[in-house]
């Protein structure tokens, strides 16, 4: 990854995983516990009074209810205007023209059906990758991606649990285990185009290239950033990675980077049903009843072909407890303390030497 994406994240570290881990002593993965906590923020879809009482946006408006997304209606002002979906808080619009009777594709794509579909089967993150139609491009990001995934999928762990101790307590969901994939989404599809402007978010010049660009989603449809290829370097790709496998040190969903898509899925129900799958033990996870909309209703479209990377059958193996004397949360505390002055030393070593240099 680039030098200034390297710095933002580690300066991100210093500030909220010191303090933040030093007060909380959180060992649960970042992933994870966004999937359990960090509710998505709501895109505000403006539409005409008049629609809103008719008997298509009585029927969008039963679609929101039942799907459980997140997303607000608001009656144009101006007579005439088109309407438009755009990001929370006021961010970039995604679409803009007339409400018809496809208007249920601003919230479901076989993409994000697909999205949905990983999540509640466990998947720690998923990488998008967005291809540009420059074949040579295309063809280094997805080896990249490919080769540092297996990697990553060989070495990387989930922090210790102690499932006794109330801070670190997981709420109904898949089990927790680490497992990546990347999926492929051409620039140029016709049923995407809602999504990739999501999924870019605020860098939406990564439209307007032609060249492939990269995300990772993660939680319950959060995108933590959107870098292009020449950004996404192996170190880079590992960064991010194991950022989100690490100990969630700050808690606050506002402090922690990235924006949220727009997914019709009922996250609540959706994790209870992926707990008792896995508590039978299942693998055909959604494969009849669904909470996740398409465009038909509340049924899951079926999976497209995506490049996938199969995760690694032990890879989701718990290991044995460690027999340190220092155990409990005493001993995290220490942990992330030690682990903390290390980073702490790392960057300011990292901030000498790049002086040094430019020097």
Known sequence: MGMRIKRVFKLWLVIFGLGGGLALACTVPVFRYALDHWSPDAYRLEVPAGWLKSNAGERFQ???KESGAQVELHPLQKEGAPSRLVMPENGP???SGEVDGTVSTLLTSPARAELVRRILTGESMIWVMVRSGNEGADAILEKRLRSRLEYLQSVAAIPEQD???????LGPGPALKVDF???SVSLDDPEEQVFLRMLAGPKTGLLKKKEPFGAVVFGRGRVLGAWPTGDLEDEGIDEV?????GAC???VKFQNPGWDLALAVNWDEALLAAQMEADRGGQNLFDGEARVASKEGLEVDPAPEFVRIEADSNSGEEEAPSSSPVSGRTGRMIGVLVAGLGVLLCFFTFSARAESKGS
Do not use: H, M, Q
Not at 241 to 245: A, D, E, M, Q, T
């Open 181 to 183: 994939s990347c999926l």
């Open 93 to 95: 619009e995604v679409w």
């Open 62 to 64: 039963k679609l929101i």
């Open 249 to 251: 040190s700050c808690r």
């Open 163 to 169: 499932p006794t101790d109330p801070i670190n307590k």
């Open 241 to 245: 990675s194991l950022f989100l496998l």
